[in-house]
């Protein structure tokens, strides 16, 4: 067996005395390949990462992060440091520390979310009673883009479509804005269905009552002496119609 050229040692050899019984076990799992991405840390100073949210210190608000998520964990970097470790969790998921959270939010923010809340009951009785159980945990300023986004579908769609989708889901006891969506969205398109098919139903009555209008029985053009006027099928040259009979050419 050929000695290494510097070492003067056996590779082999080295391997099986030093090296080998240093190595560790083979994972059970493969290798996750870990994602990673920008991120601007929102004034609610939790970030969007992987489909879920997660808090950092407020004092970033406003600043670039950047965030590495491998299924297990999600890291978050300010500046080449961590800064805040989370769970991963699963999609819509939301991992806050209370750490990240200024002295006395529970003060300030209660503030905004009865705000919001009051703009979520002044377009429905059942859409308010949603937003207030939206809101309704712990930390409720990290539950505001819920309501955000049941407001912007009352906007969008209307607020009796949002408020009949809001008292469905309360009988249901399911809190979701997706869900909500979801049953507005389907709700729309079947009204604009509906709309759809009364406006061709209108418009084929309308149709027939405007022939029925100015339709004349032929009885209207007969003429004092009794002669009737014939119309020619094809529409014939005057010539053609003077000779034809039944008419004053006869």
């Known amino acids: 067996m050929r000695a290494h050229g510097t070492t003067r040692q056996r590779p082999a050899e080295v391997f099986a005395q030093v090296e080998a019984p240093a190595l560790l076990p083979a994972p059970d799992q493969p290798y996750r390949v870990p994602a990673w991405s920008e991120a601007k840390v929102p004034r609610d100073f939790h970030l969007r990462a992987q489909n879920a949210f997660y808090s950092v210190p407020y004092r ?5 992060v950047t965030v590495r998520a491998d299924g297990t964990l999600v890291k978050i970097y300010h500046r080449g440091q961590v800064i805040r470790t989370h769970p991963q969790q699963p999609a819509g998921g939301r991992a806050s520390d209370p750490a990240d959270f200024p002295p006395g939010t529970d003060v300030y923010a209660r503030r905004d979310v009865d705000k ?12 308010g009673v949603y937003a207030a159980r939206i809101l309704d945990t712990p930390l409720p300023w990290t539950r505001m883009r819920a309501v955000y986004a049941l407001i912007g579908l009352a906007r969008t769609y209307g607020n009796d479509p949002v408020e009949q989708a809001c008292a469905a889901a309360l009988a249901l006891d399911v809190i979701s804005v997706g869900k909500i969506k ?58 053609a119609a003077a000779g034809a009979p039944g008419t004053d050419g006869a």
């Open 60 to 64: 970033l608000a406003g600043q670039q």
């Open 116 to 127: 919001l809340a009051r703009m979520a009951a002044a377009r429905g009785e059942a859409g």
């Open 182 to 239: 979801s049953i507005v969205e389907k709700g729309t398109g079947k009204q604009a269905a509906q709309a759809a098919a009364r406006s061709r139903q209108a418009g084929d009555a309308a149709a027939r009552v405007t022939a029925a209008r100015f339709a004349r029985d032929p009885r209207e053009f007969a003429a004092a002496t009794g002669v009737r006027m014939q119309v020619l099928p094809g529409g014939g040259s005057p010539a």
